[in-house]
Protein backbone atom coordinates (compact mmCIF):
# COMPACT_ATOMS: atom_id res chain seq x y z
CA UNK A 1 0.00 0.00 0.00
CA UNK A 2 1.46 3.24 -0.52
CA UNK A 3 1.78 5.94 1.93
CA UNK A 4 -0.93 8.21 3.19
CA UNK A 5 -0.70 11.75 2.86
CA UNK A 6 -2.07 14.05 5.14
CA UNK A 7 -3.80 17.24 4.35
CA UNK A 8 -6.49 19.64 5.84
CA UNK A 9 -9.36 20.34 3.36
CA UNK A 10 -11.45 23.03 4.11
CA UNK A 11 -14.97 22.00 2.98
CA UNK A 12 -18.28 23.66 2.79
CA UNK A 13 -20.68 22.96 5.53
CA UNK A 14 -23.45 21.33 2.93
CA UNK A 15 -20.18 19.44 1.46
CA UNK A 16 -19.57 18.56 4.91
CA UNK A 17 -22.74 17.16 5.89
CA UNK A 18 -23.27 15.00 2.72
CA UNK A 19 -20.03 13.48 3.12
CA UNK A 20 -20.87 12.49 7.12
CA UNK A 21 -24.08 11.36 6.30
CA UNK A 22 -22.39 8.99 3.30
CA UNK A 23 -19.52 7.69 6.49
CA UNK A 24 -22.51 6.96 8.49
CA UNK A 25 -24.73 4.92 5.77
CA UNK A 26 -22.03 3.17 4.66
CA UNK A 27 -19.37 2.60 7.56
CA UNK A 28 -21.69 3.38 10.75
CA UNK A 29 -19.42 5.97 11.98
CA UNK A 30 -18.70 10.03 10.93
CA UNK A 31 -14.86 8.62 11.57
CA UNK A 32 -14.50 7.20 7.91
CA UNK A 33 -15.16 10.37 6.31
CA UNK A 34 -11.46 9.86 4.91
CA UNK A 35 -12.63 6.73 3.27
CA UNK A 36 -15.63 8.41 1.94
CA UNK A 37 -13.91 11.31 0.27
CA UNK A 38 -11.70 9.24 -1.27
CA UNK A 39 -13.80 6.96 -2.88
CA UNK A 40 -15.46 9.43 -4.10
CA UNK A 41 -12.52 11.42 -5.98
CA UNK A 42 -11.39 7.86 -7.12
CA UNK A 43 -14.62 7.57 -8.85
CA UNK A 44 -14.61 11.32 -10.24
CA UNK A 45 -11.43 10.95 -11.38
CA UNK A 46 -11.71 7.96 -13.01
CA UNK A 47 -14.72 9.31 -14.79
CA UNK A 48 -13.02 12.06 -15.83
CA UNK A 49 -10.50 9.91 -17.27
CA UNK A 50 -13.38 7.96 -19.48
CA UNK A 51 -15.01 10.99 -20.62
CA UNK A 52 -11.15 12.07 -21.43
CA UNK A 53 -10.91 9.01 -23.43
CA UNK A 54 -14.46 9.35 -25.28
CA UNK A 55 -13.83 12.72 -26.62
CA UNK A 56 -10.36 11.97 -27.89
CA UNK A 57 -11.43 8.16 -29.57
CA UNK A 58 -12.30 7.34 -33.32
CA UNK A 59 -16.23 9.01 -33.97
CA UNK A 60 -18.10 5.88 -35.00
CA UNK A 61 -20.89 8.05 -36.45
CA UNK A 62 -21.09 11.40 -37.88
CA UNK A 63 -24.27 13.63 -37.45
CA UNK A 64 -24.58 17.34 -38.34
CA UNK A 65 -26.10 19.59 -35.81
CA UNK A 66 -28.63 19.93 -37.40
CA UNK A 67 -29.48 16.08 -37.41
CA UNK A 68 -28.69 16.14 -33.72
CA UNK A 69 -30.71 18.91 -32.50
CA UNK A 70 -34.04 17.51 -34.66
CA UNK A 71 -33.10 13.82 -32.80
CA UNK A 72 -33.37 15.40 -29.71
CA UNK A 73 -36.70 17.74 -30.01
CA UNK A 74 -37.74 14.12 -31.24
CA UNK A 75 -36.88 12.54 -28.13
CA UNK A 76 -38.31 15.52 -25.98
CA UNK A 77 -41.64 15.35 -26.82
CA UNK A 78 -41.45 11.47 -26.27
CA UNK A 79 -40.84 12.07 -22.76
Do not use: G
Given at each position: ?17 A ?61
Amino acid sequence: MEMEKRTTVILEKDVYDALVRESLEEYKTAKSLSKVLNEILKKSLMNKARLTQLIHSKKIAKITAKEFEKFRSEISNTV
